[in-house]
Nanobody, 116 residues
């Protein structure tokens, strides 16, 4: 049984910053790729950033240069540093964890609201 919990969301003004953290816990064998996805009002869920166990990252074009994803394999955590936030970044942000021999695990989501 693996649990994934996000934290760090909130309300921020345009141009501000937030740091999201995702922690995986429970019976874990080996965590592979971890990532962040988001779903804005009336939109489909979309990829924001992913990071492999070895540290290779991938970002959506809309967040390149503004967001940074990182992970701590010893602590089973992944973070998303979000800078220069825009109203278009408003969404529920979900953490996704891929575990060896397990189905993909999703967190409950954390709300990020960017006000103008």
């Amino acid at each position: 049984q693996v649990q994934v919990v996000e934290s760090g969301g909130g309300l921020v003004q345009v141009g501000g910053s937030l740091r999201l953290t995702c922690a995986a816990s429970g019976s874990i064998s080996r965590i592979l790729t971890m990532g962040w996805y988001r779903q804005g009002p009336g939109k489909q869920r979309e990829l924001v950033a992913t990071i492999t166990r070895g540290g290779t990252t991938n970002y959506a074009d809309s967040v390149k240069g503004r967001f940074t994803v990182s992970r701590d394999n010893a602590k089973n955590t992944v973070s998303l540093q979000m800078n220069s936030l825009k109203p278009e970044d408003t969404a529920i942000y979900y953490c996704n964890v891929n575990i060896l021999f397990e189905s993909s695990v999703w967190g409950q989501g954390t709300q990020v609201t960017v006000s103008s």
